[in-house]
Nanobody, 114 residues
Framework: VQLQASGGGLVQAGGSLRLSCAASGTIFSIKAMAWYRQGPGKERELVAS???????NYVDSVKGRFTISRDNAKNTMYLQMNSLEPEDTADYYCYANAIWRTYWGQGTLVTVSS
């Protein structure tokens, strides 16, 4: 499985961005997908996850502001981020939990200015 993340950029506080993660390869092996992030001087943390059945989970700090979704026809996962805060500044990584192993995409940088 290959994961290609995109959509990061510079945005003012209160603004919105949508991240995309396009998956290719052995798509059938994916059980769940997620977005992680790693801010400056911080450890990588799970932001949101979604199962093949559509069940979602969010870290408390983004609940009500971020929405994770998947378009199975396009083999793409999204993260809609609204009401962005400077604390959301981080490299965002997409992640896939597959039958045989896990996979990581490259990071896409989100910078939120105050």
């Amino acid at each position: 499985v290959q994961l290609q993340a995109s959509g990061g950029g510079l945005v003012q506080a209160g603004g919105s961005l949508r991240l995309s993660c396009a998956a290719s390869g052995t798509i059938f092996s994916i059980k769940a997908m997620a977005w992680y992030r790693q801010g400056p001087g911080k450890e990588r943390e799970l932001v949101a996850s979604i199962t093949n059945g559509g069940d979602t989970n969010y870290v408390d700090s983004v609940k009500g502001r971020f929405t994770i979704s998947r378009d199975n026809a396009k083999n793409t996962m999204y993260l809609q981020m609204n009401s962005l805060e400077p604390e959301d500044t981080a490299d965002y990584y997409c992640y896939a939990n597959a039958i045989w192993r896990t996979y990581w995409g490259q990071g896409t940088l989100v910078t939120v200015s105050s």
